[in-house]
Every structure is written in C-alpha cells, then in structure tokens.
C-alpha cells in the first residue's frame, strides 16, 4: 500500500490544498528463492541470478476519501476472498508508515490469520543513499560500493548494526548535529524498522522485497492522471475517477459497465411501478 497526493476543490478545501490518495494491491506469486547477493548482483560480476516473484492476478484500490483503515480493510477482504482458509502465506509490502502497519496488524489480528510485514528494500535503499553524501563528494564512485556493501549486510539482517556504524562515522568525522540530518534519519529508520527487515527470511523463503507493483500503480492509477499541472478536482470527482481507474486496471469495467447499465435502467425505470406508479402520455 503506498499513498500519493492529489488536488481536489471544493467549497470546503482552500485552493491549491492537497489530498492523499491511498493506494493499495492484492497479487499472487509463486516464491522465488534467492540470497542477498542475487539481488545486489551487479553487471560487473552478476552470474545469472534468478528473477524476482512475478506478480500474478492483480487486483488494485484507490480512494482520497477513504482513509487508511478502509482501505486496508478492502486489501484484506480481497485477499480472504482468495484465501479464505488462510491456507496460504500472506506477506504485506510497505514503505515504513506506521500508520499503515498498525493497520495491516489490526486487521490480521480481528481476522485471527498469521501475517508477515516486510519494509520494501528500494525504500531502505534510499535512506542509506541519503546518508552516503554525508560521507562522499558528489559523483564519488565509492559511495556506490558504501551503498552496496551496507545494502548487503541489511538484506543479511544487520539493520541495527549498520544504523549503528553509520552514526559512529558521523561522529568520528565531527559532522556537525546540524548538518548530519541524514545520516541519523537513515540510522533511525534502519533502527526502528529492523523489526520488518527480515530480509533473511523474506528471500529464503522467496518472497518479494519490494513494493514496484504499487509504486508502478501510484504513477499509472493516481499520477497520470491527478497529479497534472492545473489539474482541480471536486473530492467526489477525483474519488470517482480513482475508482473508475482501478476497476479499469482490474480488467473489469465491462462487467462494471453492464451492472452500471442495468442498475440506472432500474432506477429510472422500473422503480416508478415498483412503488404503484404509472406514468401516463398525453
């Protein structure tokens, strides 16, 4: 689940305020094990690693009313539907949010199932890259092997101890408080997400460790067409473009289309006789 932000308008939001939209999916995979150097693996020195999961039978969400408890709550009913013996081994994907994890355990909780959080790795990835030009000039080729060489003890489960050495370094090399915001950020997210960096476990037992499917529908779902420039939208507006976009990325606006369909000719209809009415024509 990832959120983005969007423009609605209304008579009720100021101009130019913003949105989130929140943005959620439920797929299939067949596991893919692999080890931390399959996915670090570089052009120079790769030997074939095997792919990643492939995603299969999509199903995506989007809503800038809902907020996050519903549209949790709309993933997990999808994914019961699939599973609704809780046979299977359900894995959730995040960015980090909290909010969102405290969902996703919520609601694996009230539906009594066992479920694994797993932090996505491009997001780490991020975070030790934001630390790295504390420590490097721009264009530096050694930050690349410093990201690399902290990615792969991460993904080998050594989140606290890379948090760790990046806010020793900071400090042996007298960065300033001030100046070394994010080195610690980095440590701290390194530190307080540890719990859901189990990258160990995660590839062992082939799961994936990142979130591109619901980055992927972020950009083609919300952005392509929300986030534009000038773009305003009623809030009713944009949650009926949301939806209609995922239903759309579903493959099901036709069969959306025809319950539409038969739905209006009811209420324009057939409604009228059912409550004894006849219309007459002069």
Not at 21 to 40: E, F, I, L, S
Not at 128 to 148: H, I, M, R
């Amino acid at each position: 689940m990832a959120t983005t932000s969007v423009a609605p308008e209304s008579r009720r939001t100021s101009r130019n305020r913003k949105r989130m939209a929140k943005v959620g999916a439920v797929y299939d995979v067949t596991p893919v094990p692999r080890n931390p150097h399959d996915v670090m693996a570089r052009k120079a020195d790769e030997d074939h690693p095997p792919e990643a999961p492939k995603a299969k039978n999509k199903w995506l969400t989007a809503s800038v009313v809902e907020d996050a408890k519903e549209v949790v709550g709309r993933l997990f009913d999808e994914a019961e539907r699939r599973d609704p013996g809780h046979k299977r081994r359900w894995v959730a994907l995040v960015d980090g949010n909290n909010h969102q994890i405290e969902r996703i355990g919520a609601e694996a909780q009230a539906r009594r199932l066992e479920i694994a959080i797993v932090v996505d790795l491009v997001h780490v990835l991020e975070y030790l890259w934001a630390a790295a030009w504390y420590f490097f000039a721009e264009g530096d080729t050694a930050a690349e092997d410093w990201v690399c060489d902290r990615a792969l003890s991460v993904l080998e489960g050594h989140a606290r101890e890379i948090a760790t050495g990046i806010c020793r370094r900071a400090t042996a090399e007298g960065i300033a408080t001030s100046k070394r915001k994010n080195a610690d950020e980095a440590a701290r997210y390194l530190k307080n997400k540890a719990p859901y960096l189990d990258y160990p476990t995660a590839l062992a037992s082939g799961w994936p460790i990142a979130t591109g499917i619901i980055e992927g529908a972020v950009r083609h779902v919300v952005r392509d067409r929300m986030d534009v420039t000038g773009a305003r939208w009623s809030v009713s507006g944009a949650e009926a473009v949301l939806k209609l976009r995922a239903v759309r990325a579903n493959g099901d606006f036709d069969d959306h289309w025809r319950f539409h369909l038969d739905h209006e000719r009811q209420r324009v209809h057939n409604s009228r006789y059912d409550r004894g009415i006849i219309p007459l024509a002069a």
